[in-house]
């Protein structure tokens, strides 16, 4: 591969890996890389059209699929695919669909099929976790992407070749580490565009450390752990609402479809955008810290989801709890630590982290509390952390299969690692 780092890492360092839900298998880690893309005049019209193809495609597949499953007809994949491609192509209000790279357009027809089936699965509880609700069409404005496989997409010298497009100028803000499986180009409401690649990275195991520690997420501090130390909880979100206010009340007043009009969103946009990448910098960087000082890191499953139908929504959305998890989850997994989340119904607050005595729930104002059986005083959030700290070691220990291993021998990391012939 013939990308070659440049010095240009500080201004583009704000694009840290995606975090995006990383997959461990066989050793390697499978990630995210993005990097800024500057697309030409021309290029940015000809994205503009593939954007709009793949949207156009991916909304016909619903609405065929939508329609099938209210008459009651079972509709193959290929089928939906031809009649939103093959079909549409031949009449007069899609032709225009002929113009655009049909990667694109099949890769859509399967992010369709994906989002329609994990629906459907969802609905007949054949699939685990929170119900999914039916797909939303792609919107024409805010975020853009497309998805592409090899075929798609080539890399030419320091440029990217999109079908259809031409070469793209790529910032190689780092190197890539192994070939890329797959692009997705994605075009932002802020006009930045970027192309984020799917790789593989082989883990970097750390040295073993002696530490292992329990995590507990919070609004006040993001982060507490059991050895006292907390992450107060930076809030970008209210930080900049003062302006992001300012700027959604100065685009309110903008007359529909005027340039004044699109400057004011694309100034929202960049406020956004902003909170935004300083949220996943900062989850980058507390991540980091915890997985490097720790050979093991345990954190509470959260429900998430339903803290976001309180009132708290805005505090947690802020706080970014899932993002922050899943940066340690792909961090442990790069330098052979461990993360493990624990049960979501754990009464972590209410159980003395000293003797076990389950003292019953307490209101969320209640910072510090005595034990009524051994007389230890607790901080609430440490307390939690020594809690989760300990059932983490617990349920990995049953995991295991023997109650007697101590749990520091287990270097996960460097088994991993030696187990990459599945590959
Ligand atoms: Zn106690």
């Known amino acids: 591969m013939a990308v070659q780092r440049r010095n240009h890492m500080p201004t583009t360092y704000g694009y840290p890996g995606d975090c995006r839900r990383p997959t461990v298998w066989s050793g390697a880690v499978q990630v995210r890389y993005r990097y800024r ?17 793949a949207r156009v495609v991916y909304n016909d597949c619903l609405l065929v699929r939508d329609q099938a499953y209210a008459a009651g007809e079972k509709i193959s994949d290929t089928e939906v695919q031809r009649r939103v491609i093959t079909l549409a192509k031949a009449t007069p209000e899609r032709a225009w669909l002929a113009g655009v790279a049909s990667v694109a357009l099949v890769q859509a027809c399967q992010d369709a099929r994906r989002a329609y089936k994990n629906w459907f699965d969802s609905l007949k509880d054949r699939r685990k976790g929170p119900k999914i609700r039916h797909p939303k069409p792609r919107r024409k404005r805010g975020h853009q992407s497309i998805r592409l496989t090899r075929n798609g997409y080539a890399l030419h010298g320091e440029r990217l070749y999109v079908a259809k ?13 192994s070939v890329p499986s797959s692009v997705t180009v994605i075009g932002e409401p802020d006009g930045g565009y970027y192309a984020s690649f799917v790789v593989q990275r082989e883990p970097t195991p750390l040295p073993a450390c002696e530490r292992e520690v329990g995590i507990d997420l919070g609004l006040t501090n993001l982060v507490v752990t059991s050895d006292g ?4 909880n930076p809030r970008f979100y209210l930080a900049a609402r003062r302006r992001l206010r300012r700027a959604q009340r100065v685009l309110s007043r903008r007359q529909q479809g005027s340039a004044n009009r699109a400057k004011a969103r694309h100034r929202v946009a960049v406020l956004h955008r902003r909170v935004r990448d300083t949220r996943l910098d900062h989850a980058h960087k507390t991540a980091l810290r915890l997985v490097r000082d720790n050979q093991a890191v345990y954190a509470e499953d959260l429900a998430v989801s339903a803290l976001m139908r309180t009132r708290l929504a805005k505090s947690v959305a802020d706080a970014g709890w899932s993002q922050l998890t899943r940066c340690i989850q792909e961090k442990a997994a790069q330098y052979g630590r461990t993360f493990a989340k624990v049960g979501r119904f754990e009464p972590t607050s209410q159980v003395c982290s000293a003797c076990g005595v389950k003292d019953g729930p307490k209101p969320l104002g209640v910072r510090q509390w005595t034990c009524p059986a051994c007389g230890t005083v607790h901080d609430r959030d440490v307390n939690a952390a020594r809690n989760i700290l300990a059932l983490g070691r617990r349920e990995r220990l049953n995991a295991c299969g023997t109650g007697v291993r101590a749990p520091l021998t287990v270097a996960t990391g460097a088994e ?8």
């Not at 497009?165 to 580490?177: F, N, Q, Y």
């Not at 130390?229 to 107060?232: D, F, H, I, L």
């Open 37 to 53: 893309l500057y697309p030409s005049p021309g290029q940015q019209q000809a994205l503009a059209r593939v954007f709009g193809g």
């Open 165 to 177: 497009v031409g070469d793209i100028k790529v910032e190689w803000s780092r190197a890539l580490p």
């Open 229 to 232: 130390e907390a992450v107060t």
């Open 416 to 423: 991993a690692g030696t187990r990459r012939s599945a590959t």
